[in-house]
Structure formats: structure tokens, C-alpha cells
């Protein structure tokens, strides 16, 4: 098969006057590298040099034929102009895989003109290796160097290891060092590895309260540190104590004329993130007119503080947390439309510790060492208690309402309550019973909350309270009315001779005078 050598004449190097080795030249010289054809680009102005270099060819390797291609360019640094003629040279160029092998010579031409090489090589526009040649050193036949340089990395194995190993150690840093095999958080792993150390856009991390959003978010910025994407701190703010008329101070900083007042001067938390990651927990809950100034300094990268007419510039990655899908919150006004679209480049959805039972084992296995380290001292669980354990814990029937942070408050317990080193069975026993009757009182103020707010001034019976309280969240938890038919009907669906369950469960709200958008937001399926 014949090789091919594609490349441009050296304005500079070919002439020679630095030094005797001429690249273009040397290059057909190697033995173990036959040149059958050389591409030779050149610019009109330099016809004559490039006609000099295919004789000085002729005479050292007279087997090579020499093809003068001529490529004007207006300015060879400029990468659009020379990516452009370059391209233009491959689409019509008309290559023959079969019968010749085809190489581009690097070492010739602007770095741009390198650049450009590299791009349309990898992309496979030009179906060519890389040539990098050099000259010769103490020891080198005359020729010099010469080194094909193939772009394959599945070839350079311990190269794709590396990289392997540097995208499980990101995952490790972003799963807080905990091994997972639910496959929700593999890919949220992946994806937001990905999306923290490539772009600067808004993040939203949404998820039940307890899902761990917070403690993602401190994990994004310790990647961004390590990726070297950020400098700066994280500065971690929940807007719901953002109140009043403290609140645009707080966030955006005041100066002394806002008060007249000595002292009364502050910086704020969007100066504080200036060049960092700024934390925005419970978005949902920011007031309109901090939303507004909010969206702007999001758009712009400028302010003005309080009692300033100067605009201040700031450079942050903004990570916003809400509970829910703030879509509803939407409709009713209570967050803005172009704000959300602002964060909604980049959304994270944590699943609940209930979705992820499979991890259970290994979640309490870390918080039990995390406290072991606080406390300074070893603790363990006995086997059959953490076999009791893990029974209750991945049972479907255990809700985990307060998820990650019950998990945490339940494994921190046990270890402080294991006096002698050990988590027996005993103690197991008791934390269950404090879980499950702390959840049932949660449950009894949560029933009368959650229907105040659906049927305000509405009486029930203790018995109609809980069974809607339990249908309406759901309703919540299912995307669909159908879904959440077939999830509350699973059981007496085999003996009914209609299995319609949305019809049951549409039949159901409506004797409380309720339908599926009104406990949802959502319009019916």
C-alpha cells in the first residue's frame, strides 16, 4: 500500500538558513518510511521555494513523486480562514483507503494550521495518521526524528485507564464516597461530573427535603476546586430566612447611604461567592423582588447594592435547591417563569431514600464510621443486628419520610447508645420503635396540615383524615392519575370486575369534592 504524506511547505524550516535540516525534505529520506507521494501545500507567493524543495526531493529520494498544491490564504493565523481551505481540501480531495495510506505532516505551518490538522484528522475528515518529524541530535542519522502519531486511544490502554479512573474518582467525590449501585444515581453521577467541570450554567438540584441536596451541592464545589473551574468558597444561603427587608441587603450587599448609619455597611453573600459557588437552598421561597434582581445579576454579572447607584460586576456558579418541581409554583406566581428558565438549563433529581433501599446497607455502614470518627472511638454492629436492621430499613412498608437525614440521625444514635462497642439486637429493637413512633406523630400533624391546605375549614372524621391524607400524597408522588390508581389498588384490583382505577380514585376525591388537579396542580390524564 502506497503512503501518502499531506503537508505544508515550511516557509521558514524548508529554506534552510537556520540550520541544513529541511523537514520537507528529510522527511522522504527515512528508510523505514517510504514517501510514494508528497502533498506539498504552499502559498502562490512561495511557488519558487516550493518548486526548490520538490527538486532537492527529486535528488534524494527520486522514488517519491511531488505534488505542488497551491492554498492561498489571506492570513494562515487566522483559524476560521485556514479551517475553512483545509476542509474545503479534504471534501474534494477524493482519498483511495484501499490502495494508499494516508499521513499529515505536522511540523510544518502555523500552530493554527496544526490545529486544524489535528481536528480534521480525529474527526476522521481526513482519513490520515499524524507525522511529527525533528531534527537531529547528538546520535541521530541526518534525517532526524520522525514519529507517526496515531489517534486511536483505544490502542493507548493505559491512557483510557487513566481517564477511567480519574471519572470513577469525580462519581466517588460527587456519591460522598459511598458505593451505589441504584442506577438513578450512576447516571446522576456521571452526568453531573460531566456538567460541573464543563460549564458555568446554573444548577438545580431538586429532591425531597432529607434527599441530600445540600451536601451534592457542597461535593459540586469541591470538584469544581479540584477541576480548577473555581477559586473561590462556597457561600450557602437558605432563602427562606431571607425575610423582609433584610433580604436585598443580605443577598446583594448595602451600602452606608441606604441608613446613614455607621456600620451598617455589608458586603453581601453575592460578593462574599465572587469567584466561587454560591448555594441557594429553597429557591422557592425567595421573594418576588429578589427573584427579579436575582434574574438580572444571573443574565449580566452586575448589581448595584443597596444605596448604591454603581453597579458592582461578580463572576459565580449558582446551584439553587427546591423541593419540588417548582412548576406549579410557577403557575401560581410564586416563582418567576423567566427565573426558572434561567436555572432549568441544568436540572438534578434526588431520588428518596425509599427509591433507593439497595444502597441502605452501605449508606449506614458510612454514617455509623462518620460517627465513629466525630465521637473518637470504634464502633460496630453485632451481625444479627444488622441483619434486624437492614430487614426494617429496606422493608417496601418503611417509608424514610425524612430520608438521608433520618438514616443519619438513626446511625448517629446507636453508635452514641453503644456504650461497649457494640449495636446489639436490644438496641436495634429500641431505635425502630423511636423511628416509627416519631414518624406516626409527624403523621398525625401532618394529616391536619396537609388537609387544611387542600380542604381549608373542611371537618373529617379521624377515619376520612387519614386515608386522604395517605391518597393525596400519592396523588403527589405519582406523575399520573392512572399511576396513582394502580399504585392505592394494587391489591383488591384481581377481584373487581372493572379495573379502571383512575375512574375509582377520580370517584374517591370527588366525594370530598377534590379532583386530581386539585391535589396535584397538575391537569388530569
Known amino acids: 500500500m502506497r503512503n501518502v504524506v499531506i503537508g505544508f511547505l515550511g516557509t521558514q524550516l524548508d529554506m534552510g538558513k537556520r540550520r541544513p535540516w529541511r523537514p520537507s525534505v528529510q522527511l522522504c529520506q527515512h528508510p523505514g518510511f517510504p514517501v510514494d507521494r508528497l502533498e506539498l501545500i504552499h502559498d502562490g507567493r512561495h ?5 526548490q524543495i520538490a527538486a532537492a526531493i527529486g535528488q534524494v529520494s527520486p522514488e517519491t513523486e511531488v505534488r505542488l498544491v497551491r492554498l492561498d490564504m489571506a492570513d494562515p493565523w487566522d483559524f476560521q480562514e485556514v479551517y475553512g481551505k483545509l476542509y474545503d481540501f479534504a471534501a474534494n480531495y477524493g482519498f483511495d483507503e484501499d490502495r494508499e495510506r494516508y499521513h499529515v505532516h505536522l511540523t510544518t505551518g502555523t500552530h493554527v494550521a496544526q490545529i486544524c490538522w489535528f481536528l480534521l484528522t480525529e474527526s476522521r475528515h481526513i482519513p490520515a495518521r499524524l507525522l511529527q518529524s525533528g531534527p537531529p541530535r547528538d546520535g541521530d542519522p541526518p534525517q532526524g526524528k520522525l514519529d507517526v502519531i496515531d489517534l486511536d486511544l483505544s490502542r493507548y490502554n493505559a491512557l ?26 450512576l447516571a446522576l453521577a456521571q452526568r453531573l461530573d460531566l456538567v460541573a467541570t464543563s460549564s458555568d450554567a446554573p444548577i438545580l438540584l431538586l ?3 432529607g434527599t441530600g441536596k445540600s451536601a451534592l451541592a457542597t461535593r459540586i464545589h469541591e470538584l469544581k476546586l479540584v477541576r480548577r473551574r473555581i477559586k473561590g468558597r462556597l457561600v450557602q444561603v437558605n432563602c427562606a430566612t431571607l425575610r423582609g427587608g433584610q433580604a436585598l441587603p443580605a443577598l446583594f450587599g448595602q451600602r452606608r447611604a441606604a441608613t446613614g448609619q455607621p456600620g451598617s455597611e455589608r458586603a453581601g453573600f453575592l460578593r462574599e461567592a465572587d469567584g466561587g459557588v454560591l448555594l441557594l437552598e429553597q429557591i422557592e421561597t425567595l421573594g418576588a423582588d429578589e427573584q427579579a434582581a436575582l434574574l438580572q445579576v444571573i443574565e449580566t454579572g ?31 406566581g410564586q416563582v418567576r417563569a423567566d427565573l426558572l428558565a434561567r436555572l432549568s438549563q441544568w436540572v438534578f433529581r434526588l431520588p428518596p431514600l425509599r427509591e433507593r433501599r439497595s444502597d441502605i446497607r452501605a449508606l449506614v455502614l458510612d454514617l455509623v464510621d462518620k460517627s465513629e470518627r466525630q465521637l473518637g472511638r470504634k464502633t460496630g454492629f453485632n451481625a444479627d443486628a444488622l441483619a434486624r436492621y437492614l430487614r426494617f430499613a429496606e422493608d417496601p412498608a418503611t417509608s424514610w419520610p425524612g430520608n438521608l437525614r433520618d438514616l443519619q440521625a438513626s446511625a448517629h444514635r446507636m453508635t452514641v447508645l453503644a456504650e461497649r462497642g457494640r449495636i446489639t439486637v436490644p438496641m436495634v429493637e429500641a431505635e425502630i420503635a423511636h423511628l416509627c413512633a416519631q414518624w406516626q406523630a409527624a403523621d398525625a400533624d401532618g394529616d391536619m396540615a396537609l388537609l387544611q391546605a387542600v380542604l381549608p375549614g373542611v371537618a373529617l372524621d379521624e377515619f376520612d383524615r387519614a386515608q386522604l391524607a395517605a391518597v393525596i400524597r400519592t396523588c403527589r408522588d405519582c406523575p399520573t392519575l392512572s399511576a396513582a390508581g ?7 384490583r384481581a377481584g373487581k370486575a372493572s379495573q379502571n382505577d383512575a375512574d375509582r380514585l377520580r370517584k374517591y376525591l370527588a366525594r370530598f369534592g377534590l379532583d386530581w388537579a386539585a391535589v396535584t396542580g397538575h391537569p388530569d390524564d
Do not use: K, W
Not at 307 to 326: C, K, M, Q, Y
Not at 486 to 492: D, E, G, N, P, T
Open 47 to 51: 511557488y519558487h521555494l516550493a518548486c
Open 302 to 332: 452586575r448589581y448595584c447594592p443597596v444605596g448604591s447607584d454603581a453597579e458592582v460586576t461578580t463572576r459565580f456558579h449558582l446551584i439553587a435547591t427546591a423541593a419540588n418541581d417548582p412548576g406549579p409554583l410557577v403557575r401560581s
Open 486 to 492: 394502580r399504585q392505592l389498588f394494587a391489591v383488591s
Open 160 to 185: 483510557q485507564r487513566r481517564f477511567e479512573a480519574a471519572a470513577r474518582e469525580h462519581s466517588a467525590l460527587l456519591l460522598g464516597g459511598v458505593e451505589t449501585t441504584n442506577p438513578v444515581m
Open 207 to 209: 429532591g425531597e427535603h
